[in-house]
């Protein structure tokens, strides 16, 4: 963590773009005894209170800064404490953008005592982890102790994921009332510009004094602890400047979170009445810049486009920020980074460019993909009576591309049309550009039934007559006909020759016509047999009701 204390977040947005410049990646954000924390004393919890909190968040998130929320409200009540870190751990449970809690501002000795600042904490935490197992918290040493966190050897807070934070204002200290001056710019080794020995005495102490290494770096060294020292600051001067940068080589050798205080960009403005002299923006980011080691940044290409800086290895300041720009080639849009190997979403939906903070060696590479074509959607019915080749269903297509539907009539069915979107197309197949999305339906319509086949019946009588008449007659196949022969007469019916077969010997018959046929009625001359000869028998004469024939011998 390499943070600021901004004032006035309140009243208008940081300079965001020199924050990063200076390549902080916190905010120390505090609610001061003016702010929510006393009004919960005596009035219900008011989450719109603190939306401004969330504004910070807003604007930090997109330049990878994340938040340190401090409790500053100066109150001793344990109740009060313990109900708004549960509420704010409530509000931002899991919220990667907010880094940590810190606790309790500078808690003094005799408000609370060691043993008792140590149960409080653990009370708090115990609440905060509840709801958010996983919460970052801070706590401080007390502030009227200048020896900083002794009491952690024997009575340390027993809980994971706790950070021991201390405040360092040496610089702005001059009397030694507070700090002794032997760890400040006024030690007289760095107003002589002995720095090797200011420096020394700034890490192991000096005279009455504790050098960093017993305030603080001791619990990292010596217990494994991680530490931060959440509020110190420098003086605009030779020895000021040196000073810094001797303090934050020494917090980087112990790994140690540090906080500037306070950012007031380039306005030279007074901090708080016992600090007379603030450094201004530009002096923070040399002293930074001074006291950290280069650190190299390797930059991949990515499959389907480039980067600006081109893909390189760069060698960099330490804590300096570099932004690393996408170039996808044309069809090609950038998906997402891989930072040291690990997925990382775009900073911004807007902008994917990435502001990476040199505090270690880094690798990055674009991830590219290809822009998907636009695509269509051909909607494929049909009525009754067929089918389509493809079958009817929806079918996507890449945008210009011809789309070939086939239709087929089911057996006794015809195709008719195509509706396309209401316009009728009679060609099959049919080929539609797909331009945009398009509804397609085969109509089919039902044969007509075709016309039965024919069979021929020819009718044939000899000496008599037939109903129907004799004659040739077409009729439908199978169909039956019935036909009745009459004699002339003198004659009888004798039989019927079908096709010049013998069918039959009754007046009537009755054919299926299921192939072509002759059929004939064969008729004889009545004959009277008598005395052993024929004799014709002739009608001559009708009287009255009977028949007078002459029978006449056969020559």
């Known amino acids: 963590m390499r943070g600021i204390v901004w004032y006035g977040i309140d009243t208008g947005h940081p300079e965001w773009y020199e924050i990063t410049q200076a390549f902080f990646n916190t905010m120390v954000q505090t609610f001061p005894n003016m702010n929510l924390l006393s009004m919960m004393i005596s009035a219900p919890y008011d989450e719109n209170k603190i939306t401004w909190v969330d504004r910070v968040i807003e604007w930090c998130k997109p330049r990878g800064i994340q938040l340190l929320i401090v409790n500053d409200a100066g109150t001793l009540d344990e109740d009060v404490l313990t109900t708004f870190w549960t509420q704010m751990a409530q509000k931002y449970k ?40 996983n919460r970052m918290c801070h706590v401080q040493s007390m502030y009227s102790h200048n020896l900083g966190f002794f009491w952690v050897r024997t009575n340390p807070v027993s809980r994971t994921n706790v950070v021991y934070a201390h405040h360092l204002y040496n610089a702005n200290h001059v009397d030694g009332t507070w700090y002794d001056s032997y760890i400040c ?13 200011a420096k020394e005495i700034l890490r192991n102490g000096g005279g009455q004094a504790l050098g960093l290494y017993g305030r603080v770096g001791f619990l990292k060294v010596e217990l494994g602890l991680p530490i931060a020292v959440t509020e110190l600051c420098f003086t605009p001067t030779p020895e000021g400047l040196q000073y810094g940068k ?5 917090l980087n050798e112990y790994g140690a979170d540090w906080t500037y205080q306070s950012w007031y960009s380039n306005i030279d403005r007074p901090m708080n009445l016992t600090t007379p002299d603030t450094l201004l923006r530009d002096d923070i980011y040399k ?44 069809g090609y849009k950038h998906a997402h980074w891989l930072f040291d190997g690990v997925n990382q979403d775009p900073w911004w939906p807007a902008r994917s460019t990435i502001y990476i903070t040199m505090d270690a060696d880094h690798t990055v590479q674009p991830v590219f993909e290809l822009i998907p074509p636009t695509q269509y959607t051909l909607t494929l019915a049909t009525t009754a009576g067929g089918t389509t080749n493809p079958a009817p269903e929806k079918y996507d297509y890449e945008e210009d591309t011809s789309a070939v539907v086939t ?32 509804s397609l339906r085969a109509v089919f319509e039902a044969l007509p039934p075709p016309p039965p086949e024919k069979r021929y019946l020819t009718i044939v009588a000899i000496n008599g007559q037939t109903n129907p008449t004799p004659n040739t007659y077409e009729v439908d196949v199978d169909t039956t006909i019935t036909v009745t022969a009459t004699p002339n007469s003198g004659y009888k019916f004798k039989e019927w020759l079908l096709d010049n077969v013998q ?15 002759t059929l004939v009625a064969l008729f004889e001359k009545i004959q009277i047999v008598q005395a052993g000869f024929p004799i014709w028998v002739v009608p001559v004469a009708l009287l009255g ?3 007078l024939y002459l029978a006449t011998k056969k020559k």
């Open 94 to 133: 899991n919220n990667p953008n907010v880094y940590a809690f810190d606790l309790i501002n500078e808690p003094w000795a005799f408000a609370y005592g060691d043993e008792t600042i140590v149960q409080l904490y653990e009370r708090i935490i115990d609440a905060i982890r509840a709801i958010d197992p």
């Open 185 to 197: 710019p006024w030690n007289p080794y760095y107003q002589a510009h002995d720095y090797e020995t």
């Open 246 to 250: 001797d303090l934050l080589n020494i």
């Open 287 to 330: 002293v930074v810049q001074e006291a950290m080691e280069p650190h190299t940044l390797t930059i991949i290409a990515g499959t389907g486009g480039t980067t600006n800086p081109p893909p390189s290895v760069l060698t960099l300041t330490a804590g300096s920020v570099q932004p690393v720009v996408p170039l996808p080639d044309i």
């Open 407 to 438: 239709a087929i009539p089911d057996a006794s069915y015809r195709f008719l049309q195509w509706e396309l979107d209401g316009t009728i197309r009679t060609e099959n197949p049919i080929t539609i550009i797909m331009d945009r999305d398009y």
């Open 503 to 517: 069918v039959g010997t009754e007046p009537f018959i009755t054919v299926t016509m299921d192939v072509n046929h």
């Open 545 to 547: 009701a009977g028949v």
